[in-house]
């Protein structure tokens, strides 16, 4: 028995709380992680997990070596880029999940000057806007635009997104130009519905001025959970959009989207890189995090706060 493998592959079943999802992510069958953590258990004569027909259960000696099993992982990872020079030249496999339009637009652009940097390390990218399990589909980290509500995870806040209100020439030519937000609730005009991941529901966007603020919802006829989908719908000229200015520049620029209401201020979008709270920071996901920061102040979208290094998410 690898008593290395036999310890990752117990941690990741009581991270998964499941055989084959550990399996699945350790790119092992389900028979060998099973084989594995019964070996662990034959050897140090106790029993780890609880197993029935439908779930994994970690014992409470289990869940007692599970937390001196991810520190001595996380040890020997340290110990591993410690040696010749190797801390300065992180390596391995980071598996993170970024939102669609700022992975194509902002980070993906930007990696070759990472990888410059940071050679050794080999990025699997999830492009989506959807929830992703971090625990359950064993991601490193994930980045995301908003307040982040599961109070289980740490969270560092990279950047603020600046926002504006947008419409396609198309679109103000058909229906009008709007001159107050307020004309965009109960009136012939739409917006695009963006269809939140957390709440499945469009949210409202607060707008405010010298002397008014208002929280302003729209009528759609069309809401899509996609930010890429999201753009398109707007610039296909299906209703009024709220993007972050980054989305929207290029296009501004091509005469494709009309700034509105530019006398009016929104509220900027935080963006935060997130991970398990009992995850250790390898320095691969370290240097990722920071190198994320910088593309984010490079770009204009630092975060305005006095200290971002860490936060807790609330």
Not at 65 to 83: G, H, N, P, Q, W
């Amino acid at each position: 028995m690898d008593r290395f493998d036999a310890m990752q592959a117990f941690a990741r079943v009581v991270e998964a709380g499941s055989f084959t999802k550990a399996a699945e992510t350790l790119h092992m069958s389900k028979t060998t992680v099973t084989q594995l953590v019964q070996q662990l258990e034959a050897r140090l004569r106790v029993k780890l997990l609880n197993r029935t027909t439908r779930k994994v259960n970690v014992t409470a000696d289990g869940a007692i070596y599970y937390e001196r099993v991810i520190k001595l992982l996380a040890d020997m990872d340290d110990a591993e880029t410690s040696l010749s020079g190797a801390s300065l030249l992180p390596k391995g496999r980071l598996r993170v999940d970024v939102p669609s339009p700022l992975a194509s637009l902002i980070l993906i652009p930007a990696l070759p000057e990472f990888h410059r940097r940071y050679p050794d390390i080999q990025i699997d990218m999830g492009v989506s806007d959807r929830i992703v399990d971090i625990i359950d589909e064993n991601v490193d980290c994930v980045v995301r635009g908003g307040e982040l509500l599961d109070q289980s995870l740490i969270a560092r806040r990279v950047g603020d997104l600046e926002l504006g209100v947008f419409a396609a020439p198309g679109y103000l030519a058909r229906e009008g130009m709007p001159m107050h937000p307020g004309e965009l609730e109960d009136s012939h005009h739409r917006v695009v519905g963006f269809l939140w991941a957390r709440t499945g529901k469009p949210v409202p966007y607060a707008m405010r001025n010298q002397s008014e603020s208002l929280h302003i919802k729209g009528q759609y006829i069309l809401a899509v959970d996609d930010g890429n989908a999201y753009l398109s719908a707007g610039l296909a000229g299906l209703g009024v959009l709220w993007l972050p200015k980054y989305m929207s520049r290029a296009h501004e620029v091509r005469g494709e989207l009309v700034a509105l209401f530019e006398d009016w201020q929104l509220q900027p979008m935080p963006l935060y890189v997130a991970y398990p709270p009992n995850r250790h920071i390898s320095q691969k996901l370290r240097v990722f995090i920071d190198w994320i920061a910088e593309v984010m102040a490079q770009n204009g979208a630092g975060p305005n706060i006095a200290n971002p290094r860490s936060e807790s998410v609330n």
